[in-house]
Structures are given as C-alpha cells and as structure tokens.
C-alpha cells in the first residue's frame, strides 16, 4: 500500500508534513520519502529506508537538512519516492500510491517509441514513479499527462505533484479506489491520505476529491484543474482492515464501520449451536478488536484480550519480506493471558482471513496455552480474487487465497463456476468449505461475514464500492 501527505503553507511547513507523514506509517514498511520546496533553495529532496527502523527515527535530523514553504512526503510499499523530475512541464517532486501491474508492457512501448532510457534498480527493475513521471511528460500540461497516465496504468495511480512554483497537484485515482482529501487551516491547505493526520495538525476539512479530480493547492486557494470522473470504486478494505481507526472516508468512519460490522456478524450467529457456550469474545489484534468489540457489544458475551501483540520492537506483522520470517515474528509477539484462555471456549474475530498462515499459528498458540474450543470470525467475506487494483495482499495467485485453495481441493476446476454458493454459508457448497478450513485450522466453527453485511456496515451504495477481491466484478 502507502500513504501521502503534503502542505502549501505561508509559512514553513516541513515540521507539520513530517508528522502528516509519520501518520501514514501503517500503510507501509519499505521506505519514506520527503520534497520540499524553498524560494531561496528551489525543490529539495530526502528518501529512507524504513524497513528496519520507523519514518521518524529516519528522519529526525530532516529539520536541520531541508526546509520549505510547501512539501510533499510519503510512506511507500513499493518503490523509494518522491522521484525529482526535470522535463519539459518544468522540475517538479512526485509522489505515486498505488500500483502499476503493467509496467513493463508500458516501459517496452515507451522505450520503443521514445527510445528514451530509466535508472534501472537491482534485477533491472525500474521505478514506477519515474515510469508514471515519464508517461505524464508525454503531454503538453500536468493536467493532460496525469490523464494520461492514469488511462494507461492497469492498476490504480493516486498522484501528488510538488511543483517548481511550491504548489501541489494533487490528483485521485480514476475510480476513486483510494481517499484523497483536504484541509485547510489559517496559512494554506494540506492534502492527506489519513483524515486524522491533518486533523491533528490543526486543519480542518475542506474537500474529498472525487474520482478522477485534479486540483492546484496554492495559499491562495484550490483550483481544479479536471473535474472529478462518474464512476466511484472505493476499496472496502479501507474499512475493513487497513484504514486508520480515527480515519474517515466517503464520510464514513473507520472504528465505527467496524462496531457495526461485529454487530451485524453476532445478529447472524445469535442462536447457533455452540454459542451460548462461549466465555469471551476476542479480537485478533489489532485490526480485528473494533470487530470483536461490536461482536461482543451485540451478543453480550464479555470482550476480553486472551492475547497480547508485544509491540515494542515488532509493531508490524508484515514488516519481514519472507514469509517464514514473517510467521516466527507474529509468533513471537503473541503473549498469552492464560487466565483468560485455560479451559475456556473463545471465539476470535479476525479482519480477514487471506491464507490462514498465521491464523493457523494462532489458533495453534491458543490449544497449547489450554483453549477448551476456538471458533472464529472473518469479517469480510472469503477472499476468492487477489487484488488487482491495489497492493494489499502479498499473494502472487489467487491459489494462495485459503478459500480458493479449498475450493479447488474439493472439486477442481468445477468450483470455479460455483464460487457464490462457496460464500453462502447456507448453501451445501459453503457449509462444506467452512468446515474442510475448520479441519485444517483446528476451529471449533467458522464463519465469513457476508458481501452484504459489509456493505451495510460501510453504509455506502454497492455500486460506489470495489468488492472485486469477493466476488470478482470490478
């Protein structure tokens, strides 16, 4: 994933976007990135590693390096940026979030018809960034060549654009798929992935950006410069798992989706078998708790955290690259409560369920401090697609997916052409998936919280949300 964040200001501003930023921090672990822009110096710019240590230790000497009326930074999961372009549009600072999977269809077709070349990184791979700042300087104005751009990506391309004359451009993907919003405060505006980061900073709202929407930022005001595009295709994993708790998006808020998502789940299971035996109800941290909180709240079975995340040194799950690294570390964070896990019956409420790897451990981890029985939640619906539009998930064939995996074990190809059924947990098909994972996991029961649920949870209209990664339709 990634996040963004930027300020124009009358003021220097560079203090404001490293805590803007630093705010993103949950949207990515590969690297951060700062530009800046001065009268005096011109365009500046600062790139990190962070995969070993977080954006604020990285750049805690940056006030002392850069400084700026206007700025621009961002946590990234892909590619180092912001990139610094010289072209024809001018010298500007980029920033892209999102993902571009054609890339080199698009790198082939330019370098033969441009005959131009890129800074190639290890293995020969080239920054996206760069690649989208290339296709942008095809045309005449940033405003043509973000069009542009956008149109050709096969992914989804979220652009903030640091210009030699300290303004931002700042320009939503064309579906919408990501939030992009604005503030404004007494010296200038700030644009933000995050509506807490410019909260907290002392802006207050101003402007969500629709589809498509391009706009200037200056002191003196917001120009557009392309109005925003018909169709919407928000991703409802912004609520369901990796957006912000205190964020909110479209106008809805992220912890408060979650509350009612748990709700709507318990009111599905209320009078199943095995669920007035249960003693607590529990999130998988941290994401899962909200969900587990409105579950708990619903079914008035007591909430309680039978294991702790040790965060200290490991605040992320999903900071290792490899996938053996990645399961010893969630492992080695899991501290047991065994007071609240001995000889009791616990149902678990996890964000989603992708591969079960992990969950597998938990549940493991879960017997062995003397769980009697562990049932357990998902609160979206089984994840049938990897993304294609985003960069969420690190599966590299839908096959990873643990539903999809199922599915082809009990019947083959054929189940393909029933993959609605396989979500309903009423049908034969769906009840049959449920219980094969819940041999393998070890779960006492399972269930996925329904398209539908999540939807009224979001309490957006369908056709304003991508739910590609459930049920296939873009």
Same mark, same amino acid.
């Given at each position: 994933?990634g996040?963004?964040?930027?300020?124009?200001?009358?003021?220097?501003?560079?203090q404001?976007?490293?805590?803007g930023?630093d705010y993103?921090?949950h949207l990515?672990t590969r690297s951060?990135?700062?530009?800046a822009?001065?009268?005096?110096i011109g365009l500046?710019?600062?790139?990190h590693?962070?995969?070993?240590?977080?954006f604020?230790?990285? &750049?805690?000497?940056?006030?002392?390096?850069?400084?700026g009326?206007s700025?621009?930074?961002?946590?990234s999961?892909t590619?180092?940026?912001?990139m610094?372009i010289?072209?024809?549009?001018?010298?500007?600072?980029i920033i892209?979030?999102?993902?571009?999977?054609?890339?080199?269809?698009?790198?082939?077709?330019?370098?033969n018809?441009?005959g131009g070349?890129?800074d190639s990184m290890?293995g020969?791979?080239i920054?996206n960034?760069?690649?989208?700042a290339?296709?942008?300087?095809?045309k005449?104005?940033f405003?043509?060549g973000i069009r542009?751009?956008?149109?050709?990506?096969?992914g989804t391309?979220s652009i903030l654009?640091?210009t030699e004359?300290?303004?931002?451009?700042c320009a939503?993907d064309?579906?919408g798929?990501?939030?992009?919003l604005?503030?404004?405060?007494?010296?200038?505006?700030?644009v933000?992935?995050?509506?807490?980061a410019?909260e907290?900073l002392?802006?207050e709202?101003?402007?969500?950006?629709?589809?498509?929407?391009?706009?200037e930022l200056?002191v003196?005001?917001?120009?557009?410069?392309a109005?925003?595009l018909?169709?919407?295709?928000?991703c409802?994993?912004l609520?369901?798992?990796y957006?912000?708790?205190?964020?909110t998006?479209?106008?809805k808020?992220?912890?408060?989706?979650?509350?009612?998502?748990?709700?709507?789940?318990a009111?599905h299971?209320?009078?199943k078998e095995?669920?007035?035996e249960?003693?607590y109800i529990g999130?998988?941290?941290?994401?899962?708790?909200?969900?587990?909180?409105?579950?708990?709240?619903e079914?008035?079975?007591?909430f309680?955290?039978?294991?702790?995340?040790?965060t200290p040194?490991?605040s992320?799950?999903?900071m290792?690259?490899?996938?053996?690294?990645r399961n010893?570390?969630?492992?080695m964070k899991?501290?047991?409560?065994t007071?609240?896990?001995?000889d009791?019956?616990l149902?678990?409420?996890d964000d989603?369920?992708?591969?079960?790897?992990q969950l597998?451990e938990?549940?493991?981890?879960?017997?062995e401090?003397?769980a009697?029985?562990v049932?357990m939640?998902s609160a979206c619906?089984?994840?049938?697609?990897?993304?294609k539009f985003?960069?969420?998930?690190r599966?590299?064939s839908d096959?990873?997916l643990?539903?999809?995996a199922?599915?082809?074990e009990?019947?083959?190809?054929?189940?393909?052409?029933h993959?609605?059924?396989?979500?309903d947990?009423n049908s034969?098909r769906?009840?049959k998936m449920r219980?094969t994972i819940?041999?393998k &996991?070890?779960?006492?029961?399972l269930?996925?919280?329904?398209?539908e649920g999540v939807i009224?949870?979001?309490g957006?209209?369908?056709?304003?949300?991508?739910?590609y990664?459930?049920n296939?339709?873009e």
């Amino acid at each position: 994933m990634g996040g963004f964040f930027g300020i124009v200001s009358c003021d220097d501003c560079l203090q404001d976007v490293f805590f803007g930023v630093d705010y993103h921090s949950h949207l990515g672990t590969r690297s951060g990135g700062l530009a800046a822009y001065d009268p005096e110096i011109g365009l500046q710019r600062k790139i990190h590693n962070i995969g070993n240590a977080p954006f604020r230790s990285k &750049f805690e000497h940056i006030f002392e390096e850069m400084k700026g009326i206007s700025a621009i930074g961002c946590i990234s999961d892909t590619d180092p940026q912001p990139m610094l372009i010289r072209s024809h549009l001018g010298t500007y600072a980029i920033i892209l979030t999102g993902v571009v999977r054609n890339a080199d269809v698009l790198i082939d077709h330019y370098m033969n018809e441009r005959g131009g070349h890129f800074d190639s990184m290890t293995g020969g791979r080239i920054n996206n960034t760069e690649l989208l700042a290339a296709l942008i300087d095809q045309k005449d104005t940033f405003t043509e060549g973000i069009r542009y751009a956008q149109d050709q990506v096969e992914g989804t391309a979220s652009i903030l654009i640091l210009t030699e004359k300290g303004t931002i451009i700042c320009a939503r993907d064309k579906f919408g798929r990501l939030p992009m919003l604005i503030g404004k405060n007494e010296t200038g505006y700030a644009v933000t992935f995050e509506s807490f980061a410019y909260e907290k900073l002392g802006y207050e709202a101003e402007k969500e950006l629709g589809p498509g929407e391009i706009v200037e930022l200056s002191v003196e005001g917001i120009t557009e410069l392309a109005e925003a595009l018909p169709t919407k295709r928000v991703c409802s994993f912004l609520w369901s798992y990796y957006g912000y708790p205190t964020s909110t998006y479209e106008g809805k808020n992220v912890e408060v989706m979650r509350y009612k998502n748990g709700e709507i789940m318990a009111q599905h299971d209320a009078g199943k078998e095995g669920m007035e035996e249960l003693d607590y109800i529990g999130g998988v941290p941290d994401s899962g708790t909200p969900h587990a909180i409105g579950y708990a709240n619903e079914s008035h079975t007591p909430f309680a955290r039978a294991f702790i995340k040790y965060t200290p040194t490991w605040s992320r799950s999903f900071m290792p690259t490899n996938q053996s690294d990645r399961n010893k570390v969630a492992h080695m964070k899991q501290i047991p409560v065994t007071e609240l896990i001995k000889d009791k019956n616990l149902l678990f409420v996890d964000d989603s369920i992708v591969r079960g790897t992990q969950l597998r451990e938990t549940v493991e981890f879960l017997y062995e401090n003397g769980a009697k029985s562990v049932h357990m939640r998902s609160a979206c619906p089984p994840i049938m697609y990897g993304c294609k539009f985003l960069n969420f998930s690190r599966a590299t064939s839908d096959m990873e997916l643990i539903a999809r995996a199922v599915i082809d074990e009990l019947e083959g190809p054929e189940g393909m052409n029933h993959l609605e059924e396989y979500c309903d947990g009423n049908s034969e098909r769906g009840k049959k998936m449920r219980q094969t994972i819940c041999d393998k &996991f070890h779960f006492a029961s399972l269930e996925f919280q329904s398209l539908e649920g999540v939807i009224e949870a979001i309490g957006l209209e369908p056709c304003e949300l991508c739910t590609y990664c459930w049920n296939g339709k873009e």
